[in-house]
DNA sequence: TGGTAGCACTCATAAAGGGAGAGTGCTAAT
DNA sequence: ATTAGCACTCTCCCTTTATGAGTGCTACCA
């Protein structure tokens, strides 16, 4: 579709633009290319492309500058110039070589580490919670009648909620109702718990009032996590070399990165993808995106696929540097999740 | 030191500032404040206010601007003309009607409210751990050599770690430690833990490595929350009418803001203040918050002082809406989590 | 003596004009 | 097919000019 010199001049613009900002013209083309080729012809070339819908001018006397039909076929062409830089595998072998720490203090880190190296914001999505299997629930008495409840999975995922009742219960009934529990429940999927007669299951206790508010809870708790956690680091690059104009419109975009909720609805297109997924500008599903680049990629534990990693940033983004950045950071993340969770 | 009519002069430049952001011309005063005197006198009186370090003129021709010294005085004379608005009212009370939530989520959603009602950028410190007493600790083996230790308060807080052991430990073993430690550490303020001596208390178990990772584990946590947790919201406020240098100014803030350490150590000077202070532009300890007012109070759980809730906003604020708001969010907290934690 | 009218003065802001420079598209020549 | 040459367009930046807001000062008044 495109001949070798229309490629290599169409990266070329995406390339410099990308470093300096400034739209491309045809004579600083002519100078970084080598093609032994003149401005004028690199002109018609640029015209061309300007045509394909690769290319656009700000005005009629400024260069050229990509369009995101031109970042994304720089993106799609990217074999070659992609490459980790030693600064950031240094810096993420150096995160994920430290070892004993929490699911959560580890991912927290992992969203620092990913907006400090792509300059851009970073989101992370925690695995969720679904998919692990019930290990314990313990039941803890801070009134005699309101039972602070913390269920752990076997991934260390540690759940609270507190049960108000209405009569008091004793200490022993308590013990014995997560005594119960535990025995009933454990190993199972979190999911499955939601088929579980609980009728049928509170044949065995005396305590009903309890051990029905602690299902109740379980479930609850589910519905909870049902659209997952989410980590967010870095909003503040989104402002870099913002103008007046750009800001206004980033003010609505950081009030949706302050509730799980929308943000998780904004990710919710690239949440489920298997493989990274590379959105541009208008390729975003979200209006709010629309004028960022969206970067994400999955992460597992063992062969399961776990969560999501993903950075947002301007259109204008070092793609080959920040590629493999996210990129390497989800493997390291991974292999970090399987030995955490044994 | 103020006459009268200087003091009225004072307080109606700050209060039209406030609400216009416009610098306010003798011309003006003189339709509003009705005193019966002409611009040409009020002329004089702002000279001398400026003279006296209250008021400054952006430039020879405009109006007058509030120095910092200017919304001191006005914050000081408030008196009257501070009340809570029936709208805050009504929110304030809806959210804390709702009742049996986790102590987390209560505070998360007192720094949204905050937020949203001041239109101001959010932030509650969460109780300090130390002042919490030991209620329960749960040992559960993720692996034979790695365990999740949850250690649960009297307040319904939760915390966890991961210990990860040289040699592999028996199940029986785990519990035996769990049901030593319980007996041993139950009722134990946090802050006392610190002053165990650990060999004395290891004798009476077999599973010394398992127990000796557990304390040191729970002194290290306390050491971990030495800076509390800091919930903090609507920081996108703080970008609301900004002009290009302001924003770069600004990035560092937001910066500091996504790191809990020193969004601490800039509000360090008020988180043990106990009663409400309101520091206004170069009266903040912290360079960065130079050109804002911050305004904090403290919340009570039961007698005892908990934790401080605050908000950061421009100089330029409706310290007569806001002031009121924080007062009454904080006296709503307290009482929420009185019942809350029994 | 405190208050006031009048007036000259200053300065920000906006609109208008005028190079300079960058980069283009087009045309004609190779 | 490529290129040199050139007219053209538009942004950017600087200067100029007019406008208007608001002041400080001075002289006058009750």
Chains 1, 2 share one sequence.
Do not use: C, W
């Amino acid at each position: 579709m495109l001949d070798e010199r229309k490629r290599k001049i169409l990266n070329a613009v995406v390339y410099r633009y990308i470093m300096t900002g400034q739209p491309v013209g045809s004579k600083a083309l002519a100078e970084t290319l080598n093609l032994g080729i003149s401005p004028a012809t690199i002109r018609n070339e640029l015209s061309s492309l300007e045509d394909m819908g690769y290319l656009y001018q700000p005005h009629v006397s400024a260069g050229r500058v990509p369009t995101y039909l031109g970042y994304r076929f720089y993106v799609d062409n990217l074999t070659g110039r992609i490459r980790l830089g030693v600064e950031e595998r240094r810096a993420i072998l150096a995160l994920f070589s430290s070892k004993t720490r929490e699911l959560e203090q580890l991912l927290q880190e992992t969203t620092h580490l990913l907006s400090r190296l792509t300059r851009a914001a970073a989101m992370v999505i925690a695995p969720r919670l679904d998919r692990n299997s019930f290990k314990h629930i313990d039941l803890v008495s801070l009134r005699d009648d309101l039972i602070l409840m913390v269920v752990i999975t076997d991934t260390g995922r540690v759940e609270k909620m507190t049960l108000s009742l209405e009569s008091p219960v004793k200490p022993e009934d308590i013990e014995m109702v997560q005594n119960y529990l535990n025995e009933k429940l454990s190993g199972k999927k979190l999911d499955q718990l939601e088929n579980i007669d609980p009728e049928e299951l509170l044949k065995g206790v005396r305590e009903k009032e309890l051990a029905r508010a602690a299902l109740e809870g379980i479930v609850e708790m589910m519905f909870r996590e049902e659209y997952e956690k989410v980590y967010v680091g870095g909003a503040v690059n989104l402002l870099r070399g913002l103008d007046q104009e750009g800001l206004e419109k980033i003010e609505g975009l950081l009030r949706k990165f302050e509730e799980q909720y929308h943000l998780l609805n904004m990710l919710k297109e690239v949440i489920r993808a298997n493989e990274m997924v590379v959105k541009i500008g208008d390729e975003n599903l979200a209006t709010e995106l629309r004028s960022f680049s969206l970067i994400a990629t999955p992460y597992n534990i063992g062969d399961e696929m776990a969560g999501t990693i993903s950075v947002l940033g301007p259109t204008r983004m070092d793609y080959a540097r920040v590629i493999p950045t996210v990129d390497f950071i989800a493997r390291s993340l991974s292999r970090a999740l399987e030995t955490l969770t044994g």
